[in-house]
């Protein structure tokens, strides 16, 4: 089981500079990506992302790529000639077509993006990729890591409430054991004393007496109960993404306890349905960072 939260980062290095990755990652309901690059790398952002996917289900991803050139020495920088030619030639078409006054000078061919550029910004996506995709692979698994150790301290706690819950439950089931029994005896002598007389027909009271205490038992409601928290526990031991399965279970089991909870006539077991209500909401907070 893994959680949500992590973060991984890596560099490497190049003939023309130094490319940091850092991949962040939080809770959320969907896999979702948050891309910080450079202009020139956004066409990389695709292949980050399907890279990512492979080993990730679900999240809130912010990957951020920043790169520091090597240091270059006056006069290095390029000046595209041909594409400033090509600028230059369709801004003089353009301003004749329609009339507009004015000169266009150096500055405003320097204010064209990539009419200047240190050597190798020109780079490929696909050589550029082949530099990049280690340095993402080794953050993504280094923020793995980190997912993972969450992921096992999450299932820890999650297993110490469990044990909670579980032992709490036993409390009820032992308390309501006996007490159909003594629920129907009390109602019985209650019913003597307020209808005692011959005209009472005390085969169909019993039948009625019966029927109520059925539906005071919460025997199946233990039982559905116990069987989600199995699954609950098996699920934690599960490898692959189990989030939206914990939520679900979870799901069922406060139904159950809520229904314990409306059929309870004695006070003790009243009192520690509360403490199991607690007790999933805790769960439930935790559930949420379970990827």
């Keep these: ?40 790398l956004s066409g990389l952002e695709p292949k980050i992302r399907d890279l990512i996917q492979t080993k990730i289900r679900r999240g809130k991803l912010n990957a951020a790529i920043n790169y520091e050139r090597a240091h270059q020495e006056h006069g290095q920088y390029i000046f595209n000639q041909q594409a400033a030619d090509s600028y230059l030639k369709q801004l003089r078409a353009y301003q004749k077509k329609r009339k507009l006054a004015g000169e266009i000078g150096v500055i405003d061919l320097l204010s064209i993006p990539d009419i200047v550029r240190a050597p190798g910004q020109d780079i490929g996506d696909a050589a550029l990729w082949k530099s990049l995709k ?53 109602i019985l002598e209650r019913v003597n004393q307020l209808l005692d007389g011959p005209e009472i027909n005390r085969q169909r009271l019993e039948e009625e007496v019966a029927l109520l205490c059925e539906r005071a038992d919460i025997t199946e409601e233990i039982t559905r109960l116990k069987s989600h928290l199995d699954q609950f526990r098996a699920a934690l031991d599960v490898k692959d993404s189990v989030g939206k399965r914990l939520n679900f279970i979870l799901q069922e089991m406060n139904r159950e306890v809520n229904t314990i909870g409306s059929k309870a006539l004695i006070i003790d077991i009243s009192k520690l349905v509360i403490g199991l209500k607690e007790e999933i909401e805790r769960i439930r907070e935790q559930v949420q960072n379970v990827e």
Excluded: W
């Design 1 to 40: 089981m893994n959680s949500m939260t992590g973060f991984g980062k890596a560099q490497i290095k190049t003939a023309d500079a130094l490319y940091t990755v850092e991949l962040s990652s939080v809770n959320s309901r969907f896999l979702e990506f948050t891309f910080r690059t450079p202009r020139n």
């Design 134 to 186: 280690k340095a993402v692979g080794d953050a993504l698994n280094e923020m793995l890591k980190m997912r993972q150790k969450e992921g096992a301290a999450l299932a820890a706690d999650l297993k110490k409430r469990l044990r909670l819950i579980i032992s709490d439950l036993k409390k009820i089931e032992n308390i309501s054991a006996g007490s159909a029994r003594a629920h129907r005896d009390r």
